[in-house]
Nanobody, 121 residues
Framework: QVQLVESGGGLVQPGGSLRLSCAVS????????VGWYRQAPGSQRELVAN???????NYADSVKGRFTISRDSAKNTVSLQMNSLKPEDTAVYYC???????????????WGQGTQVTVSS
């Protein structure tokens, strides 16, 4: 069974920093892209940042220059360093992995349970 477990969310003041981490585990043949999405109340889930299987990174325009995504393929972890946080960054952040488990041997999207990030003074 595939599991994505996030950690690192919390309450931070505007201008502060947080680091989110996600550990991907299970009987996995291959992991392609990994990334972070977020969903604010009343809004659709949106891409924050991801790393493709080839190592390319993509960022939402709203977080460019403030957030940095990184990946440790040996440990199957993905992290999101968030600096200069703004109130509009408040959302539930979800870890995502596009991977192929041994059970199905087909690529599919898998999600973590989400972690709350609140930016407020």
């Amino acid at each position: 069974q595939v599991q994505l477990v996030e950690s690192g969310g919390g309450l931070v003041q505007p201008g502060g920093s947080l680091r989110l981490s996600c550990a991907v585990s299970g009987n996995i043949f291959s992991i392609n892209a990994v990334g972070w999405y977020r969903q604010a109340p009343g809004s659709q889930r949106e891409l924050v940042a991801n790393i493709t299987g080839g190592g390319s990174t993509n960022y939402a325009d709203s977080v460019k220059g403030r957030f940095t995504i990184s990946r440790d393929s040996a440990k199957n972890t993905v992290s999101l360093q968030m600096n200069s946080l703004k109130p509009e960054d408040t959302a539930v952040y979800y870890c995502n992995a596009y991977l192929k488990p041994y059970a199905t041997f087909r690529y599919a999207n898998y999600w973590g349970q989400g972690t709350q990030v609140t930016v407020s003074s």
